[in-house]
């Protein structure tokens, strides 16, 4: 199926939301030279089997929840490289792979937490999913390790 989505806009993840009967779809890269402040998230209508033009959600990277990454003089607020949807409350969980963190949105939207996660346990985090009864796992490629999967309990924020 085509999308509109652009070789240039890098799009690396896949989830599946049930709720909506979609998928979903983020960019990593540049979602639109024009609007550089948010990255989206885009909806592929399963019923349809057409992809919406505009993003269902937007990353906002002016948003207060990355001020601390633009202390630390981070190149990217994010780039996601995988996303899911967690099964009981419907948070969207958004993972970077190379300057890893984990951000969490909730399904209208607002950004709820960020999470930097550290690269010694976290080298190259480029996978999520969850268990049915919601437990995190992320796998990691194996960059100069070998490759995992952990399974991930986060402290609340």
Partial sequence: YKTSLTKKQDSESLAYDKRNN???IAVKEVDD???PDFKGIYAFNLTTKTMLAAPVYKIDLKDAIFDDLKKNKAKNSISPSDLGIHPIDGNLYILEGT???LLIMSPSG???S???LDDTDFPQPEGLTFSPDGKLYIS???NKKEGNILQV???NK
């Fill in 99 to 101: 300057k890893p963190k």
């Fill in 110 to 112: 607002k950004m709820l």
């Fill in 114 to 116: 960020l999470y930097e």
């Fill in 22 to 24: 979609r998928l979903l």
């Fill in 153 to 155: 309990e986060l402290l």
């Fill in 33 to 35: 030279k024009d609007t």
């Fill in 140 to 142: 990691n490629e194996g």
